[in-house]
Each structure stands twice: as C-alpha cells, then as structure tokens.
C-alpha cells in the first residue's frame, strides 16, 4: 500500500425494510461481507484482473457493479489514470442481504482512498447506488447506505437524495436464517399492491415511527412492539417456505422481532443479546430440520461502522505491482 498505490475495502451485508421501513429503512451486520482490492494503472480504462469466491459473474467492467461504481466516480474526477480491480465475494447473491450493496459499497469506498477522498463516506452513496442500478435496474439506497455508514439508516427522501444515519444506540444483534431458495426481487415486488388501504397504511407509519423512537429512547420493548410489518409481509412471505413457523419459532425464542430481509428469502430476526441471538438461530434451524431446503445461517451484530479498510491478505495482485 506503498505511495496510496493499493488498498482493500471491506463492505458489509445489510438487512433493509426492517418490517415496517419498507425501502426507507436499513441496517449494517458485521458480518458477511464484501471486499473490493484496487490500484491504479498507468493504462486508462477500469480492469477487473479477477473475481474470488462466486463463479459466472462478468468481469467487463460496465457489466459488473464494481466496474461501474469506479467508472461514475472516475468521471465525476476527470480522472485519465486508470484503475484495476479484484472482488472477493464474501456472502451469497440474491438472498436479501444487499449481496450487489456490498460490493458496489467496498468498491466506492476503496476507488475513494485511492484516489486521496476526494468524497466523504456519505457522498459516496450516490455512486454505490449506481451499482444498484445496475444490478437491479433501480438505484436505490436502503442497502448501500447501511453497507457504507454502518449502524441504522434512515433514507427520507431521493429528490434530492436525503440520508439520515441513527448509528447504533444499543446494544442489538441479529440472526439470519438463509433458505436456499432461487427468490428473484423482479418477482418479489411484481406481487405487491400498488395501492394500500389508508387504515394500514397509519398502522405502517406508527410502526416506523415507533421503530425510531425506540431506537433513539433505547427501549427494547418499543422496538419490539413496532417490529412489524402491516402491508408487505403478508404479500411476500407466501414466496417464502416455513416463513410463518420460522417467525413464530424466533419470537418464542425471544426474539424482539422477525421478517423478511429485503425481498428474501434471507428471514432476520433482532436480539437484545449475542445468548439470545444464538438461541435464535437454534430455534430458526429446528424448522428447517428435515424440510429438504438447505439453509445458511449466521448470528451478526449490528455495527457501528460500515465499509473499512482491511489489510491485503485475501487478495493478491493480478499483475506485477
């Protein structure tokens, strides 16, 4: 990382919606993650020299998220130099967890310090949100925001772009339960009403504001009386196997709350405590046992920082340095 020339980023798995804050409302786990290696070249033009740790995805940079998240801020500079780039894919494409955030995050955050942070981190949405864009024809924040400030992010608005970072009050961790299901987003939101009754719609609005509230009064019973989603859920848990019994088994367990991350089939589930979240995850597995569907799990905290920079160990150059 000698004269600036190197640098690793490292971007982490998000859970968005969070029940009630549907495409408003995100949060950062700790773990799995995402990391982007860059470096400049003395060849104009972006190259990914290599991806680690997934096979079929494209290494043309204006097909792949994190060639087009350095592009975008390569013009914003008016940089001529070029860049090459590794991924190392941490964490599983589309299981709801912000798979295309993290890498579209890591790679934002590592071009920036290369290129001397010339923006800050929470510039650095706008060109993350780009790699959605990419990935999902839709650029969208409620993923990336969390993958790159870390803790709970409020996205209020998007003309112009409003993000509203709440960090972590207290203490808070969370269990994934990732059947390993095929669930495509494109079908996920095709089956959602365009239209919602106003009844639901003011239960929607206290849920989330008391999901703030609580957040901010660190109130763990408030967070779980507001963890629910009135409108959503119901429509999307349907394209879920055992989504009903998880929930149920993770509430006995104690959790504060369940749902969908994102549009699934990833199901979360809050803890006040790393005990509780374990017994969580124990619960969660239990019904999957015999069902046939393989699963994933893993018991993360929510942290309060996001993208970071990490030692060069994972990934090796491609070309000589």
Not at 66 to 89: C, N, P, R
Not at 146 to 163: A, H, I, K, T
């Amino acid at each position: 990382m000698e004269n600036n020339d190197f640098v690793k980023a490292y971007a982490p798995a998000t859970v968005a919606n969070v029940c009630c804050g549907f495409d408003v409302l995100g949060f950062a786990l700790d773990q799995p993650g995402d990391e982007v290696w860059a470096r400049k070249t003395e060849q104009p033009g972006i190259t990914i020299s290599a991806i680690h740790g997934i096979d079929g995805l494209s290494v043309n940079p204006a097909e792949n998220v994190i060639g087009v998240v350095a592009q975008k801020m390569l013009e914003a500079l008016q940089v001529t130099h070029g860049l090459e780039l590794q991924l190392h894919k941490g964490m599983p494409v589309g299981s709801g967890l912000g798979s295309s955030a993290a890498s579209s995050a890591a790679a934002a955050f590592a071009v920036n310090e290369l290129l001397g942070s010339p923006f800050t981190v929470q510039e650095l949405v706008v060109y993350a949100m780009e790699g959605e864009r990419k990935a999902s024809g839709s650029a969208h924040a409620d993923n990336v925001a969390p993958s790159l400030l870390g803790g709970f992010v409020l996205v209020r608005d998007y003309e112009p772009l409003d993000v509203v970072p709440l960090g972590v009050p207290l203490e808070l961790y969370c269990t994934i339960l990732y059947p390993q299901i095929e669930l495509k987003t494109s079908l996920s939101r095709s089956i959602l009403k365009q239209e919602i009754p106003l009844k639901k719609g003011i239960r929607q609005w206290g849920n989330l504001a008391g999901l703030m509230a609580g957040l901010l009064k660190k109130d763990y019973n408030l967070i779980s009386r507001s963890l629910h989603d009135e409108i959503f859920e119901p429509e999307r848990s349907v394209l879920i196997p055992l989504f009903k019994q998880v929930k149920e088994a993770a509430l006995q367990a104690g959790a504060l709350g369940a749902g969908i991350s994102g549009s699934g089939p990833s199901i979360f589930a809050l803890s006040a405590s790393q005990e509780q979240a374990y017994a969580v995850r124990q619960a969660m597995e239990a019904v999957y046992a015999g069902s046939g569907i393989d699963t994933k799990t893993y018991v993360a905290q929510v942290p309060e920082q996001g993208v970071r920079l990490v030692a060069p160990s994972t990934i090796q150059p491609a070309l000589p340095l």
